[in-house]
């Protein structure tokens, strides 16, 4: 009992997991192995378990085959009236039909089987028909065309099919050679499913030399051990195959509803070869995961070195004292070429006069423009590596198959309102700073000092400090391109001193590439939404650990 309980919770297990497994990025193995696992789960689903879980519940025989094999004509002559509607048009099945014993019934009342079909007297549900000329034990059900050009009759066809404890396979002496049967028949024979073979419409005069040819076939394709029945063309009576024809299958049917032997050893077939298919199957499913993690670890690449690279490029215009040349220059050459920058920090009557001027005159003083030429500096610095990061990680995936299917026109460009989220950024930055300032002269005497000059004066030095930074090494003076004032160095040294001016440019310098790369990751965060989470999928290692349990039980 326990060694049962534990194949049915592998087995469950082993569903659970194929369940949430996913192949959606575009590489060779992903299309076969999504039709692959898609089986697997429905052979799961619509046979092993239910078959597990019910080991008394009749034989399902499914009848199937190409379009016009006689399928219907078939099962109608075996119960001795119509219960399967056949016809000249095509297809004829549209629906599926299980024929039983009326006390069968029950077996199929309920969505032990094919729960995914409703039951229903209509067309198109799975219809359910009892026929006493049917012994109990033993249930028919008439199947869609395998070949249908409707392709969810085809659909359907393959789903009946793994549902069956024995496949009753039909041909006819025209098309037995065709190259869609032989492939279903691959299938039975590698799920280890019981088949039987059933050759109609063949004329009288080549039963012989057919009917040979078709068992070397099948013995050459592993199946010489599949019962074959060979009808000859007839006309119907009554809509129904000549009592005599079909005498052979009748026969081979009746023996299995009167013996439960030998209908457990059909069940126990059918349920060993599927069970025993499992773990090889699950195998290769985890080989095509594997392909995917290693496809996503591509892509993922492709955006993480590019806006990686965005990140060192605004790290190397910070070292190399870019952002002071240009407007931020010419403002700091205003302020400082003729000393008044000391003279104005020093001086609460210059800082009050400053103000006074600019609100008469509407001009801003020179510091002010010197704050906004590097407020402006640095977004453009920033803004211009977003712009190229989203370009590269874009191009990176263009030139990858999987990438390129997942390209959108937005994914082209950063994301929408960046200028407005590079300017706050920034501001949050210059308010980190003159916190950092305000925070560092805290002391007691310090903060006297830097009363004295001001914190957003204090506070611009030290931004321009971070800029001036030469070999890696963090100062406080900014020399830049034909020597500027050291002015800067000397005010910082004489309110904070010496040591602490270096700590201040090192953090304000660390927390402005912290918040740059907050922001690439804002942008680049766009790249994983369209992958998906990580999380969600089911790695290659995780279907081995079923398959591995399946195999284990099995032993």
């Given amino acids: 009992m326990t060694e049962a309980t534990d194949l049915v919770d592998a ?32 052979q799961l689903a619509d046979y ?11 034989l399902l025989a499914v009848v199937g085959g190409s379009t016009g094999a006689g399928k219907s004509t078939l099962i109608n002559s075996l119960v001795g009236v119509d219960v399967s509607p056949a016809g000249v048009l095509r297809p004829t099945t549209r629906g599926p039909v299980i024929v039983c014993h009326p006390s069968d019934l029950m077996w199929f009342t309920d969505d032990r089987i094919l729960p995914q079909l409703p039951r229903s007297s209509g067309p198109d549900g799975l219809r359910l028909a009892t026929n006493t000329g049917i012994g109990p034990g033993l249930a028919l059900l008439d199947a869609p065309d395998i070949d249908s050009v409707v392709s969810t ?20 002496a025209a098309r037995y050679a065709d190259a869609v049967p032989w492939q279903l028949l691959h299938t039975a024979r590698d799920r280890g499913t019981a088949i039987a073979i059933v050759l109609d419409r063949c004329p009288p ?12 076939m099948l013995a050459a394709n592993g199946l010489g051990g599949a019962p074959l029945f ?6 119907l009576r009554g809509g129904l195959l000549r009592e005599k024809a079909i005498a052979p299958i009748r026969s081979w049917l009746a023996s299995l509803t ?8 059909v069940v126990r077939y059918t349920l060993d070869g599927a069970l025993r298919s499992l773990a090889p199957r699950t195998y290769a499913l985890a080989e095509a995961a594997d392909e995917q993690a290693a496809v996503r670890k591509q892509l993922e690449s492709c955006v993480s070195s590019s806006y990686a690279g965005a990140l060192s490029r605004v790290e190397e215009a910070i070292r190399d004292g870019a952002l002071l040349r240009g407007e931020v220059l010419a403002r700091w050459q205003d302020v400082v070429g003729t000393g008044e920058f000391l003279r104005k920090l ?5 800082r009050i006069r400053d103000r006074v001027v600019a609100a008469v005159s509407g001009r801003p003083t020179p510091v002010e423009e010197l704050g906004s030429a590097l407020e402006s500096g640095i977004a453009t610095v920033v803004q211009a590596a977003v712009e190229d990061a989203t370009e590269t990680a874009y191009g990176c995936w263009a030139r990858h198959q999987a990438g390129a299917s997942l390209l959108t026109d937005a994914l082209a460009r950063p994301a929408a309102g960046l200028a407005e989220a590079v300017e706050r950024m920034v501001r949050d930055w210059q308010e980190f700073v003159l916190e950092l300032v305000r925070t560092e002269g805290a002391s007691k005497r310090t903060g006297a000092r830097l009363a004295s000059y001001g914190v957003n004066g204090a506070g611009l030095v030290v931004m321009l400090a971070v800029f001036s930074q030469t070999a890696g090494l963090t100062g406080a003076e900014i020399a830049v391109a034909g020597g500027t004032s050291v002015a800067s160095q000397k005010v910082l040294e004489a309110i904070f001193g010496e040591q602490a001016v270096r700590g201040l440019a090192r953090r304000a310098r660390e927390e402005l590439l912290i918040r740059v790369d907050g922001l690439l990751h804002q942008d680049a965060a766009r790249y994983d939404e369209v992958l998906g989470g990580a999380s969600a999928m089911i790695s290659g290692d995780q279907l081995r650990a079923a398959a591995d349990r399946m195999a284990a039980v099995l032993r």
């Fill in 258 to 265: 009167a013996d439960a032997e030998q209908r457990a050893a």
């Fill in 48 to 58: 092993l378990i239910p078959r597990l879980r019910s080991i008394d519940a009749p």
């Fill in 153 to 172: 009759n085809r659909e359907l066809a393959d789903t009946l099919l793994a549902a069956a404890d024995l496949w009753i396979f039909l041909t006819t």
């Fill in 346 to 350: 020093e001086s609460r009557v210059g």
């Fill in 11 to 42: 087995v469950v297990d082993l569903s659970q997991v194929l369940g949430r497994t996913t192949f959606p990025l575009s590489a060779p193995s992903a299309w076969p192995a999504e039709r692959d696992r898609r089986e697997l789960a429905g």
């Fill in 230 to 235: 060979v009808i000859a063309e007839q006309s």
């Fill in 205 to 216: 005069e080549a039963v012989k030399d057919v009917g040979a040819h078709l068992s070397d």
